[in-house]
């Protein structure tokens, strides 16, 4: 075989050769130099190449080999029955919480409606009705690596907060219980769900609920930087063997369905911090254009942009923005 291919090379060689030496016999030695041309390929080595792998995306390729990292089950949002969570497995808190809050699921109206008030916060009518108070509980859709447990708080300064809060379902036992599922609880510092965000909260249930049709929220975590030794850091603590991080911030969107048909947007930022004591508390303080929250949080509230907002700057002043 390496004899046959050295007398073709040499033979390609002589033949390139006598073109440069004399051009009149190109023509002539054009079937010389074929010749030699297929005698050298007869003596190469021939790979056959799978067709399918070298036209088939590198992607592809992976997928069908090894697969694609996943995010375990918290690809998808995780549904209950009144409200939504997308889970954040890196951080072991919800990355948000969607809630639709009625009129209906809070008042009465009706002398006949019989139900009663089992929301936890109401431990004398809960016993009355013989209710027991909800405890907390994981979401079995969670792989077990990015959980986060009641221990993960225990001998720490932090306290377990409720993004969907159980006061919003006063009447649903079982809506009720859901709100104490982990996935739906961040850590705040004590002192935090009795200022402005208890304040928040109650703005949406007595005033936002009673005077519109409907009410959205979302809820979630914020991590803000902040600035160190003329240096901009990301600081923030993390706890237990679960290392749950702890938010820096939280903020609400709020979407206003009004009975004339208009949506209207309020969103606010609140730092995760006690109120100092005497201090007033202003609503219009926490007011935040949502593209701060979006750039904060790394989410689009609107990305299909299928919603149009209208301004309601009379009812809350000129700080409130529309999208």
Known sequence: ?????????CALAVGIKNQFDNPQSIISSENSLTLSRLNLE????????SGQ???????????????FPQLTACCKPLRYKDFIISYDTKNRIPNWVYEHLQYYKFYKDDPCDRRANVCPYKEEEGRLHGQEKPKFHPDCRIHGYHRADVRDYCDSEYELGLMADPANYPFDA???????????????????????????????????VRENKSVYVC???????????????????VLGEGE?????????????????????LESYMVPNCKPDEGEEVKL???????????????LIFFPEKKVCF??????????????
């Not at 007869?42 to 190449?49: N, Y």
């Not at 792998?53 to 697969?67: L, P, S, T």
């Not at 809506?175 to 009795?194: D, H, K, L, R, Y």
Request: proline letters at 6%.
């Open 53 to 67: 792998e070298c036209q088939m995306y590198v992607g592809d390729r992976i997928k069908r080999a090894v697969g």
């Open 1 to 9: 075989m390496f004899r046959n291919l050295s007398y073709a090379a």
């Open 284 to 298: 219009d303080d926490y007011l935040t254009p949502l593209c701060q929250i979006e750039h904060a949080s790394g």
């Open 219 to 237: 809820s979630g975590p914020l991590f803000l930087p902040c600035e160190n030794d003329g240096k901009v850091q990301m600081k923030f603590d």
């Open 174 to 208: 079982e809506a009720c219980a859901e709100t104490q599922v982990m996935t739906n609880v961040v850590p705040i510092v004590p002192g935090f769900s009795c200022g402005p965000w208890f304040d928040l909260q109650c703005y949406i249930r007595e005033k936002l």
């Open 310 to 323: 209208t301004s309601n700057n009379k009812r809350r002043g000129a700080r409130l923005h529309a999208l």
């Open 42 to 49: 007869r003596c190469l080595p021939q790979v056959k190449a």
């Open 244 to 264: 749950v991080s702890v938010p820096t911030h939280f903020f609400k969107v709020i979407i206003i369905e009004t009975h004339d048909g208009n949506l209207e």
